[in-house]
């Protein structure tokens, strides 16, 4: 039966595992979303997952509400245009005035190695940067209030912005929201918890999907017989007697 099925050992003991992928999970959107407080909130529940800091010419914010120790690297403006003249950027944007952000590439390049998982705090401008440089890993979530009202609030309540900087904010979180379109996913971040189960789910059917295990589809495909699927005739006994009878009877 087995010749007849065209099987051998080698097929037989084919592992039909594949390599979990690395993916890189940008959550982007605008500034006040809760992006940061998700992606610290999870890694506390996901350690295994990464998270490159961003390099930054920015100031760090003193009176921010979140800690940020491990979020970012801030440098000096000459020592952010060097590592753009080495190369050393997977993307990197001018968003407002003598504010420069960076992701730095050898630590995705790392991760990809070891088969990890990578979570990105990015604006939509970040986002779309990154993903033309990793297209086939980055999954892009669009996180939002329910309500624009909502977003202004928080803007204005984590108070990391005053005068013409709170202005500039805010017309980019409005632009911000034009982009919603170029992401896979969005989320209304109303809950934490609920919006944490869900990106989680994301991750999950996202490292299943079939694009993501070329390597193993060429495994099933020599396997499988190169046949239409009309019924199931697992010996090929329907079709070759239908195609003898035919051929007998002159059809």
Request: proline fraction near 7%; aromatic fraction near 10%.
């Amino acid at each position: 039966m087995m010749d007849q099925l065209r099987l051998n050992n080698d097929m037989l003991d084919t592992n039909l595992r594949s390599p979990k992928p690395s993916l890189f999970i940008a959550l982007s959107g605008p500034g006040g979303t809760g992006k940061t407080t998700l992606i610290q909130k999870w890694r506390r529940q996901s350690p295994e997952i990464e998270y490159i800091p961003n390099i930054t010419t920015r100031k760090p914010r003193p009176t921010a509400q979140i800690d940020e120790t491990g979020l970012y690297e801030f440098v000096t403006f000459k020592r952010f245009r060097e590592l753009v003249e080495e190369g050393a950027f997977a993307q990197w944007v001018n968003p407002s005035p003598n504010k420069y952000y960076g992701t730095p590439i050898q630590p995705l390049y790392d991760a990809i190695e070891k088969g990890c998982d990578v979570v990105l705090d990015y604006t939509p401008q970040l986002y779309i940067n990154f993903k033309r440089k990793f297209p086939d890993r980055t999954i892009g979530i669009f996180i939002i209030p329910p309500s624009l009202r909502h977003l202004l609030e928080r803007l204005s309540n984590r108070g990391t912005e005053r005068g013409i900087d709170r202005e500039i904010k805010v017309k980019m979180a409005l632009q911000d929201l034009g982009y919603v379109g170029d992401h896979d996913y969005y989320l209304i971040n109303d809950d934490i918890d609920e919006t944490l189960e869900t990106l989680k789910a994301i991750r999950r059917a996202e490292s299943h999907r079939l694009s993501r295990h070329r390597r193993i589809l060429s495994h099933y495909s020599e396997m499988a017989p190169h046949t239409m699927l009309f019924y199931y005739d697992p010996l090929d006994e329907r079709l070759q007697n239908t195609l003898g009878a035919n051929l007998q009877g002159g059809t």
